[in-house]
């Protein structure tokens, strides 16, 4: 005779929310169903929890010893809370800004593409998300079914949006530095042909020197005085400065004209006036 011998249970409180399970049917009830999934506690699946529409009756799903995958919505003490609808992978309070997450393109726009990732609603990641570089269309970078590394830019829970950013997980673009061309340079000389240069340059300016010197001392005497003479005289008068003197000269002669003028004229009236004092008749 062989005996079985049944397999330890595990604690019903080790199980977390949202834990993938595989259960039997043992017992169904207008309500809902009990299953058998392997711990010290029942597992109780809720008509509403069988499918996301509407359930009339659990016999329309589930009959008994029929195995189901569920998942655990919540632990109590006496029992584990089942459902068959499969949990969303991130709630909202969840998803917080500069989480890296994995997703899979669902549908492409014209300005971006929209990523599952496993949120209540997909999250958008917007053309110039999507890459460092310009993007003409998001096809060029991906399409629909394409598995993607997101990171979460920016969470509104109130109108359930969710930006998402490719390019933030991407490593930055290398910068191009720029080779200076620096402009060939001309070779110098050697020391030895730039000293030999010199010394040509400093005994042609001293041959120059000494024939100028010889030159100056054979110069005759006289030639050196008239040359000074020549040197020292004044130069001649320009045509502007013989007019100005002549315009001068002229203002000083009708200038003296005038005075003689007016000093005729009144030795004139002087002489009337004494005429005329030695004529007038004595009066009584």
């Known amino acids: 005779m062989t005996t079985t011998v049944a397999e330890p249970l595990s604690p019903a409180s080790e199980l977390k929310p949202k834990t993938k399970l595989t259960g039997k049917v043992i017992k ?3 309500a809902g169903a009990v299953l058998d999934i392997g711990t010290d506690l029942p597992g109780i699946l809720h008509i509403s929890q069988m499918a996301e529409t509407p359930v009339k009756r659990v016999e329309d799903v589930l009959q008994v010893g029929q195995e189901v995958t569920v998942w655990v919505r919540k632990t109590r003490a006496d029992r584990v809370e089942l459902t068959m609808i499969q949990p969303i992978g991130l709630e909202w309070r969840e998803i917080k800004p500069e989480m890296v997450l994995k997703g899979k393109v669902a ?4 300005y971006g593409a929209f990523v599952e990732i496993g949120a209540e609603r997909p999250g958008l990641v917007h053309i110039s998300e999507m890459a460092h570089g310009y993007v003409k269309t998001p096809g060029d970078i991906v399409k629909e079914g394409d598995e993607v590394e997101v990171m979460v830019l920016e969470v509104d829970r ?3 949006q969710i930006r998402l950013s490719m390019k933030a997980v991407l490593p930055p673009p290398e910068e191009k530095k720029e080779e200076k061309v620096e402009a060939p340079r001309a070779e110098r000389p050697e020391r030895g042909e730039r000293g030999e240069r010199k010394e ?3 005994r042609g300016e001293q041959g120059e020197r000494k024939r100028s010197g010889k030159k100056g001392n054979k110069q005759p005497r006289t030639e050196r005085i008239e040359s000074f003479s020549d040197a020292s005289a004044e ?3 320009t045509a502007f400065e013989l007019a100005w003197r002549e315009a001068l000269e002229r203002a ?5 004209a ?3 003028k007016i000093k005729s004229e009144q030795r004139e009236q002087e002489e009337i006036f004494e005429r005329t004092l ?3 008749v004595p009066t009584a």
């Open 28 to 30: 169904t009830t207008l």
């Open 107 to 110: 549908r492409l726009e014209t």
């Open 158 to 160: 109130k109108k359930k």
């Open 200 to 202: 040509r340059a400093e």
């Open 235 to 237: 130069t001649e008068p």
């Open 252 to 256: 000083k002669a009708e200038k003296a």
């Open 258 to 260: 005038k005075g003689r």
């Open 278 to 280: 030695k004529n007038r």
